[in-house]
């Protein structure tokens, strides 16, 4: 157990569905971040949030909008998605941003989403 | 573009084998460089980060040694077991942390 949660696990959705994925760490971290794992391909940030403000979107379809309510809950809403957006969704936590150098991440163990 | 490269990308040992891997990162703008370990089903697990050139950290079986200069940092897991088959992941922290894609280790008895 790394304290970093994800739900759901699995999820199964159509391109005109919306659905949300959801993390949740009690570490006392303040810095969240999405990744995206596809096939074959090393782990790609999407967005960073540090003290609940987002400060890195990086370059990522507006069709994925996250959102950080407080600093221990973070969500990637998801809407008309294609199926190439099928992946594994990885979210993650650090005590400070990647500026400091010595923090490490932690990370849940995913939601893998496939699109149909 | 910031590249992290890994190798080999995949490895089959027998227990016991001592293996390693590579890591190689751009020499710029570094802040520090992660190694991950990824096991099957679970979430990755940080082993190391290491910030300093010349930094050689343990932990058990594994360590890990650092370049800064000339961008590369080596994973030694010395007597491997069926356990140690995992993913084993490099990130290079730019004020992003930058990942490879891995080296798939596979343990065999």
């Known amino acids: 157990e790394t304290g970093v949660t994800q739900t759901p696990r699995h999820l199964v959705m159509g391109m005109t569905n919306k659905k949300s994925l959801k993390c949740e760490q009690h570490?006392?971290?303040?810095?969240m971040y999405w990744y995206k794992q596809s096939a074959k391909k090393p782990l790609e940030l999407m967005f960073v949030?540090?003290?609940?403000?987002r400060v890195e979107n990086n370059s990522v379809p507006s069709r994925f909008s996250p959102e950080c309510p407080n600093s221990s809950h973070l969500f990637l809403h998801l809407h008309t998605l294609q199926p190439e957006d099928s992946a594994l969704y990885l979210c993650a936590s650090s005590q400070d941003g990647w500026g400091r150098g010595d923090t490490e991440a932690f990370f849940g163990q995913g939601t893998r989403l496939t699109v149909v | 573009i910031l590249n992290v490269e890994q190798s080999p990308q995949s490895l089959h040992v027998q227990e016991g084998d001592s293996t390693n891997f590579t890591c190689s990162f751009p020499s710029s703008n570094f802040y520090a460089l992660h190694w991950y370990r990824w096991e099957t089903a679970k979430s990755p697990e940080a082993l190391f980060v290491m910030t300093l050139n010349g930094d050689e950290k343990k932990k058990g079986r594994i360590s890990a040694t650092l370049n800064t200069k000339e961008g590369y940092s080596y994973l030694y897991i010395k007597g491997s077991q069926p356990e140690d088959s995992a993913t084993y992941l490099c990130a290079y922290n730019t004020d992003k942390l930058i990942f490879g894609t891995g080296t798939r280790l596979q343990v065999f008895p």
């Open positions: 949030y540090s003290l609940e403000e």
């Open positions: 570490l006392g971290h303040n810095a």
